[in-house]
């Protein structure tokens, strides 16, 4: 199992955890094919969700869990 941070600086200004299952993380590649990181980027894989947690905190922004695959 591996989790993803995924950092949002235009919408929300979130650190968001995805695992890297997530059809929204899908191993750090995300849903889109994305040229730039305009709207966020996303961190490198974690081996925990603890990990993935500090990181996400380390940060500085609003940590949250993506509640479609996280729950
Ligand atoms: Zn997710």
Same mark, same amino acid.
């Given at each position: ?14 650190? @968001? ?9 899908? $191993?750090? &590649? ?5 040229? +730039?990181?305009? /709207?966020?980027?996303?961190? @490198? ?9 500090? $990181?996400? &905190? ?5 940590? +949250?869990?993506? /509640?479609?695959?996280?729950?």
């Amino acid at each position: 199992m591996s989790y993803f941070v995924y950092e949002n600086w235009r919408a929300d200004n979130k650190a @968001k955890i995805h695992k890297g299952s997530c059809s929204f993380c899908n $191993y750090g &590649k995300g849903i889109h094919v994305q040229p +730039s990181s305009t /709207n966020g980027k996303w961190s @490198k894989p974690f081996a925990s969700l603890e990990e993935a947690m500090k $990181y996400a &905190k380390s940060t500085g922004r609003k940590v +949250s869990l993506c /509640n479609f695959c996280q729950k």
